[in-house]
């Protein structure tokens, strides 16, 4: 079986890969030994998800594992904000606050569209070093009411298009199917 890092030490994140990508054997950063925080100081979804992965393929590299990695960088962006929260989603309102975040995007959202979209970003390197990338949307609308789950900090607030509910109400399978993070993955299976 196929052996693939994942870099992140997102228990969900690492749960969502692993049932999508049901025939490849998901590595978490704990299962390689790597324990350094990655700094992602990309300017969009794309370059994060590089950063993360090219980082963790050096670390393979050195420890003469040769594995194939996989990273991903996510986040809601609204039209009417010019894309934010964007890349800072999860630090919208300064830190990893969800009730803060949700707070501020409403109050930036007061009287402006509410047409919004998440998106994934992954970057895939096989273990070769060759670099792909692949991206994910989904697309629905803020809404000011926060409905269902509110764990995943948007989620709540976004009434997709596709399932005509938030995020937030949608049970794991649901989401899944139409998520952003999802659509990425299953561009990812096309090559693997």
């Not at 969009?44 to 990273?71: G, Q």
């Amino acid at each position: 079986m196929r052996k693939i890092v994942l870099a992140s030490n997102n228990k969900h994140k690492v749960k969502e890969f692993k049932e999508m990508l049901g025939n490849v054997e998901i590595l978490t950063l704990e299962s390689i030994g790597f324990t350094e925080d990655i700094e992602e100081t990309g300017k969009t979804f794309e370059e994060n998800a590089l950063i993360k992965a090219r980082t963790i393929k050096e670390y393979l590299n050195d420890k003469n594992l040769d594995y194939a990695v996989v990273a991903d960088d996510s986040g809601l962006c609204c039209e009417a904000l010019n894309g934010a929260p964007g890349i800072y989603s999860a630090r919208y309102a300064g830190d990893h606050d969800n009730e803060k975040n949700r707070a501020k995007l409403r109050e930036d959202l007061q009287g402006k569209d509410r047409t919004a979209y998440f998106i994934c970003t992954i970057a895939f390197i096989d273990e070769e070093g060759k670099e792909q990338i692949f991206v994910g949307k989904t697309y629905g609308t803020i809404i000011d009411e926060e409905l269902g789950n509110k764990d995943f900090c948007f989620d709540c607030m976004f009434h997709s298009d596709d399932l005509d509910k938030t995020f937030g109400e949608s049970t794991e399978e649901e989401k899944n199917s139409v998520s952003h993070r999802s659509r990425a993955i299953e561009k990812l299976k096309e090559v693997l």
